[in-house]
């Protein structure tokens, strides 16, 4: 459900966002009213989730549709967007190919950037393949136009980013992609922590990095 394109309804692409914030609630990747999510579905309108609702308790109707200057097209359930949208809508503008945002709050990922730990990108290979280099903002204030302002340099050239003491936005061709780069970075964020807890933390070997990173760009290059 969470993969889809050009072609696909936009009554499925509400059940993706609806099924998306599900499986971040029961995940632990989101909790209480935090977080947001977002499709693109055309070069007009955005479906995007509304402020001050839990992603686990979300119905259908209650997503709203903005255009790209973050104005309500229609509504169904008298919400207003996400405080989040000028974040969002970032994104948007700068990456055209890309159709899901997904702002979460994982507890350990959020952990790295408030005790001021860059993310482990060279700690296990699974992150040097898929995603590269994960890039922390500098503090900005949530719910603001200053949110767009601190990914704006950051998000042209990456799928995942932590906020500084504000959770990640991971973004992709559909909320499958967004979601994976999520648990991914959460996952490493755990091991970084309880490797922290035995003492010791080892990372790739330098040159196995570089193959690692030449491997990925291989892949991308659809070679």
Known sequence: MLRFNDSTHESDLRKAIIECGRICYEKGLLTSNDGNLSIRLD???????????????????????????????SKFSGGKPSTETPMHLEVYKQRP???????????????????DHAFPVDMLPEVLLTLGEVPITRYATPSSHDDA?????????????????????????????????????EHVAEVYWRAQMLGIVKRIPEGDIENLIKLREWYQSGM
């Open 149 to 185: 302002d601190a990914i704006r340099e950051l998000i042209q050239n990456h799928d995942a980013l932590l906020l500084r003491q504000h959770g990640s936005l991971t973004i992709g061709k559909d909320l499958e992609a967004a979601l994976t780069h999520l648990e991914r970075i």
């Open 43 to 73: 070069n007009r309108r955005i479906l995007i989730t509304p402020a001050g609702i839990s992603k686990s308790r979300m119905q259908p109707n209650d997503l709203l549709l903005i255009d790209y200057d973050g104005e309500l097209l």
């Open 97 to 115: 190919e890309v159709r899901a945002v997904l702002h979460a709050h994982p507890i350990f990922a959020t952990v790295l950037t408030v005790s």
